[in-house]
């Protein structure tokens, strides 16, 4: 019996018109049975008594409007544990990973057994139509090659807004989140190597969409702090005797958080 998926995008501020395109490529390529919009809208009046209201979305689209802004991890977190499928997925809004690329990306955990898959845009066999300002990808570039040596999972890209996983590995590392920001997508590849799951990473055809809200700078900078928390993280999951004397961080983790975790400040950039 072919296991059951659920989509989940993370949207900040995204360009309508493209949002709907989108979704409406991810119900005709991918066909999750359940697609799922997790909306923030800092704008909305916040002494209203009724809800913030949802956007004009295809049918089927489940939609979440939160009248603060929470961050892409925050987002997908609570996405994730309102799916009831055996698969999980998530897309950045922009429809930089087009729906196509999705499929490949689900088909190692859907099809093949892998724990958790990741898209690669800096794979290989990845096909990047339109690339990024010299800046981001010098920068992208050095993080993932510091990455690759200080967390177990040896990977060409751990920040492509493209990776699905099993519902038991959410089980398994869901406990471990504690990223609200973009700095989830690492944390969430490094406990996955940490519990030793099968990770897969798959190339996707990518172009770059205007409209970043990531800072090139100061949002790389926030990653570098995330790359070594990340580390810390998974180095505590395999009982590292150094970093159990190191540890001190009184977190919690974003599934036990009652409010979808902290309001991030000005400098939590997040490319949804």
């Known amino acids: 019996m072919q296991p059951t998926v659920g989509v989940v995008v993370p949207a900040y501020r995204p360009d309508p018109g493209r949002l709907r395109a989108y979704l409406r490529a991810l119900r005709e390529t991918v066909d999750p049975d359940e697609l799922r919009v997790e909306l923030d809208r800092p704008g909305e009046a916040r002494g209203s008594a009724t809800e913030p209201a949802a956007p004009e979305l295809p049918e089927g689209v489940d939609c979440n409007v939160v009248r603060r802004r929470r961050g892409k991890g925050a987002a997908v977190t609570a996405g994730f544990e309102a799916l009831s499928t055996d698969v999980y997925a998530f897309a950045d809004a922009d429809g930089a990973t087009p729906a196509r690329s999705l499929a490949d990306v689900l088909a190692p955990v859907v099809d093949d057994g892998a ?138 983790a974003l599934v036990n958080r009652r409010d979808g975790g902290p309001r991030p400040g000005p400098a939590d950039g997040d490319p949804r």
Do not use: N
């Open 115 to 252: 724990d958790l898959a990741t898209g690669s845009r800096r794979h290989p066999d990845a096909d990047v139509r339109s690339h990024q300002t010299f800046a981001r990808r010098f920068l992208g570039d050095g993080f993932a090659w510091a990455a690759r040596r200080l967390l177990d999972a040896e990977l060409y890209d751990y920040q492509c807004g493209a990776k699905a996983l099993s519902a038991e590995a959410w089980a398994g590392v869901r406990d471990h989140l504690y990223e609200p920001g973009f700095a989830w997508d690492i944390e969430l590849v490094a406990v996955a190597g940490a519990l030793g799951y099968r990770i897969a990473e798959v190339p996707v055809t990518w172009k770059d969409q205007p409209g970043s809200t990531v800072s090139p700078v100061g949002d790389t900078l926030d990653m570098g702090r995330g790359l070594l928390v990340a580390r810390h993280r998974a180095r505590l999951i395999r009982d590292d005797r150094l970093h159990r004397l190191l540890d001190r961080e009184e977190a919690v």
